[in-house]
Nanobody, 114 residues
Framework: VQLQASGGGSVQAGGSLRLSCAAS??????LGWYRQAPGKQRELVAT???????AYVDSVKGRFTISRDNAKSTVYLQMNSLKPEDTADYYC???????????WGKGTQVTVSS
């Protein structure tokens, strides 16, 4: 299993970034993104099922959009209206419900300056 994330970077507040994560090795029921800011616990940002049902942490609702391309086994996170508090390392996440296995990719850094 491999989760390869890309798309992080530095932007000013109000800007946008799009993260991508290619998940390979098997089929995943759920794909998503976690993030961890310096000195804080890792938090779940958004998830999406194979059927397209999505969920978000309250702090990003209306600003972030998660989507997936099942044919490409890729999940995306479109982040708009970024705020300095969105600064964190973002980790791609995948789960196989049938066996309950969870996987995380390496983080990609997002820095939002005010």
């Amino acid at each position: 299993v491999q989760l390869q994330a890309s798309g992080g970077g530095s932007v000013q507040a109000g800007g946008s970034l799009r993260l991508s994560c290619a998940a390979s090795g098997t089929t995943f029921s759920i794909l998503g993104w976690y993030r961890q800011a310096p000195g804080k616990q890792r938090e779940l940002v958004a998830t999406i099922t194979r059927e397209g049902t999505s969920a978000y942490v309250d702090s990003v609702k209306g600003r972030f959009t998660i989507s997936r391309d099942n044919a490409k086994s890729t999940v995306y996170l479109q982040m708009n209206s970024l705020k300095p508090e969105d600064t964190a390392d973002y980790y791609c996440y995948a789960k196989r419900l049938i066996i309950g296995s969870e996987y995380w990719g390496k983080g990609t850094q997002v820095t939002v300056s005010s």
